[in-house]
């Protein structure tokens, strides 16, 4: 395992790419019960917010900020990635190296990170996160995927229901056009 240097920040806001080993499944969404409670259970002993989430089949991305004097996402990643893992039957192929270090195999080692800078990187990666499904062709429209946060936004006035859509989505000052 490779000593790869992690920017933390205490209280810090990260966007994430977390994927499964195997990028053919549809294990994400087929067990999605399984990846909410993971998250519920790892938000009640270790709190963070999720600001922007998508789950697709393979992968998902998402944001999240930690509490004051708090730095620790990758617990958390670990965490929820085992507690995902442990609901579902041993049946994943391993290989040497994952049975050698008592992995399952049902994720990929690593997870992708990225320290959210100001309030346009933080609305570049929400829109990134909700536009995803569309761009990986799960959805024609970001509305009609069910497994992202834009629904909540929708409901709190942060984007229009048909955002992602047909028709123009350019922000201008703050304000979406349509």
């Not at 790892?42 to 963070?48: E, L």
């Not at 917010?49 to 697709?56: E, K, S, T």
């Amino acid at each position: 395992m490779s000593n790869y240097p992690r920017f933390r920040i205490e209280a810090g806001c990260y966007f994430f790419t977390v994927v499964v080993a195997n990028r053919q499944s549809n294990l994400l969404v087929e067990n999605i019960q399984y990846l909410r409670q993971a998250f519920r259970e790892v938000m009640i002993a270790h709190p963070f917010n999720i600001d922007a989430i998508v789950i697709l089949p393979d992968h998902l991305h998402c944001i999240f900020t930690l509490p004051i004097n708090d730095d620790n996402y990758s617990m958390r990643w670990r965490q929820i990635k085992s507690a995902f893992s442990r609901k579902l039957p041993s049946i994943e192929p391993r290989s040497a190296s994952r049975i050698k270090h008592g992995e399952r195999g049902i994720w990929q080692r690593r997870f992708w990170e990225h320290v959210i800078r100001d309030e346009q990187d933080y609305c570049q990666h929400v829109d990134y996160i909700h536009y995803n499904p569309v761009k990986h062709g799960y959805a024609q429209q970001v509305r009609d995927w069910k497994y992202s946060s834009f629904h909540r936004a929708v409901s709190c006035g942060i984007y229009p229901y048909n955002w992602g859509g047909e028709g123009i989505n350019e922000k201008i000052n703050g304000e979406y056009l349509e």
